[in-house]
């Protein structure tokens, strides 16, 4: 039996989703966190606040201090996020992370289950020439349709704007429902 709440939840996500197809872009964040909230979903989030633009040249993978990290602001931002993830009562499936330090802190931080790495989600500010090739394998990843809680995965703002052409701010999530042969839909962006 469907109570009053879940009618009010699905119809506040049925009116959100008709107006993504009608080509709005302001999406209530309330709907969006429906939608997470009803699995199947995907959480691609931003990393949190990590002042400066790409890496120093002196980057490693296996050496944070060579990279560019999350900032007091961002350690603080991305346990907000995950706090107000856990106040909507989503339950959440696996966390997957790029590499670079600054997003697997961020996932850590959000305070999930353990944090997988997954290279597909490493940035390639530095390398262009992965772009393409890597965003296909991306593409292929979040539009499988799951069952079961939704994911978070925890990338740059170059892996996102090449996958779905919006350019998310530090923290932002971009809420994606799979739909299956490399086919997605972005349902809307809840602000970090």
Do not use: Y
């Not at 009608?22 to 989030?45: N, Q, R």
């Not at 290279?119 to 079961?148: H, K, M, N």
């Not at 704007?161 to 923290?171: F, H, K, N, S």
């Amino acid at each position: 039996m469907l109570r009053f709440s879940n009618v009010v939840a699905l119809l506040a996500l049925g009116f959100a989703l008709a107006a993504v197809r009608a080509g709005a872009t302001d999406v209530p964040a309330e709907a969006l966190w429906v939608a997470l909230k009803s699995g199947g979903h995907i959480a691609l989030m931003r990393h949190a606040e990590a002042p400066g633009t790409g890496d120093p040249a002196n980057f490693r993978l296996d050496d944070c201090s060579t990279q560019r990290n999350l900032s007091a602001a961002g350690r603080q931002q991305a346990e907000r996020i995950g706090q107000a993830v856990r106040e909507q009562g989503i339950m959440i499936g696996r966390v997957w992370s790029s590499r670079w330090c600054r997003c697997r802190e961020t996932a850590q931080r959000l305070g999930f289950a353990p944090v997988e790495p997954l290279p597909i989600l490493d940035s390639f500010f530095r390398d262009r020439e992965r772009g393409s090739q890597q965003t296909a394998a991306l593409r292929r990843f979040v539009s499988e349709p799951r069952t079961g809680p939704s994911l978070i995965l925890v990338t740059h703002q170059v892996n996102i704007t090449a996958l779905t052409g919006i350019l998310p701010q530090p923290g932002d999530i971009v809420v994606i429902r799979p739909m299956g042969n490399g086919r997605f839909t972005v349902l809307g962006i809840i602000p970090g």
